[in-house]
């Protein structure tokens, strides 16, 4: 205790890998204890193994923290970032995972300078979302289950449709509580890309990646329900021309189930900061491979059991036909 106290205190960040499924999001809402986030668990982690005083756990400005994204419910992450002031005490990392429940790990803390906030700071973020393939068979033409096995042809058509998203758009269809006009509906979006199919316990999955500059809620999962609306034959590809438009389209919310926030990017700050002798870049180079092994024991299992198990795609996947694409909602 009495060492902790003595300990200076210093900006850092650190690097978080976590299995969303059963929590409301990243981002605590002090005063609805009913809704557990990944950060109720953190800040208890942080004050329990002596990093932080305990009154900076109630108010969170104490320790000037700052997630990079907060990523919605049951959304997991395999590299996300958080930045805050805490005292370096001994076997720092050690003494906070053990106050973690083991599907939430810190893999890495480096030190950063003290004016760093790793939200304004990061200038992108890379999501990957994984799926049954099944997501993607015509519903009129293909089995509609997991025997589902996907052709070159559509994916180089989902591929296709993927890319329409890069550069800049207005994605106002693409979230709730913004509006056509609303400027900060611009976004950026440098990559986005269907990989190869693979399977897993007797079921095709596929993974999407997309890099943007960042995003609003909901929007990757609704770009990709768009996509899935448009393959499936129930929207045509016009579509997406058109919502980039002032009107209303009706663009459908693919499950939260599958997608993880893979890295976030320090490109401006590591040019600045990270070769000054004094700090680090932000990359996590020796972390890939705890990152990999994390991403292999509790994120994908968990998406493909869930999928299994409560079929969240194949329901959703039900709920298309209620959509209407062609008039504006």
Known sequence: EDQNKKSPKRKIVLLMAYSGKGYHGMQRNLGSSQFKTIEDDLVSALVQSGCIPENHGEDMKKMSFQRCARTDKGVSAAGQIVSLKVRLIDDILEKINNHLPSHIRILGLKRVTGGFNSKNKCDARTYSYMLPTFAFAHKDHD?????????????????????????????????????????????????????????????????????????????????????????????????????????KVDVPKAPGLGLVLERVHFEKYNRRFGNDGLHEPLEWREEEEKIAVFKEQYIYPTIINTEREEKSMMNWLNTLSIHDFNCSA
């Not at 509580?177 to 509906?185: E, I, L, M, T």
């Open 143 to 247: 089995v509609q289950e997991e025997a589902y096995r996907l052709n070159k042809e559509t994916l180089e058509k989902v591929n296709k449709l993927l890319a329409c998203y890069k550069g800049t758009h207005n994605f106002h269809n693409f979230t709730s509580q913004k509006g056509p006009k609303d400027p900060s509906a611009k976004r950026y979006i440098m990559e986005m890309y269907c990989g190869e199919p693979f399977v897993r316990e007797n079921i095709e999955f596929a993974v999407i990646r997309v890099k943007g500059q960042s995003f609003m809620m909901h929007q990757i999962r609704k770009m990709i329900g768009l996509v899935i609306a448009i393959v499936k034959g129930y929207a045509a590809e016009s579509v997406i021309e058109r919502s980039w438009g002032e009107e």
